[in-house]
């Protein structure tokens, strides 16, 4: 699980990448547009794996965020180095 998840993250939109750069250098017009089609896959999926990362990191602070507040509401003050 631990190799798979950078492969899919990272290998995939190089891969995606390289090949629809070779197509676009290499092979005739009919095969470049699926060459700009593959680069502009690679594009989403790296965005998608960003978003993915972004929202995961939301709810982690949302999560730290409650326990700040049932922290507040149990002792009448915040949390040492909360907010830091």
Excluded: C
């Excluded at 998608?48 to 003050?77: C, M, P, T, V, W």
């Amino acid at each position: 699980m631990r190799v798979l998840v950078p492969a899919v993250r990272y290998g995939l939109p190089l891969l995606l990448t390289a090949v629809g750069v070779w197509l676009l250098e290499t092979q005739s017009e009919k095969w470049g547009g699926l060459g700009v089609m593959l680069i502009g896959t690679a594009v989403i999926v790296l965005m998608l794996n960003l978003l993915f990362r972004l929202s995961i990191k939301s709810n982690n602070e949302r999560a730290d965020e409650e326990r700040a507040r049932e922290y507040y509401d149990e002792h009448g003050r915040w949390p040492e180095g909360y907010g830091r």
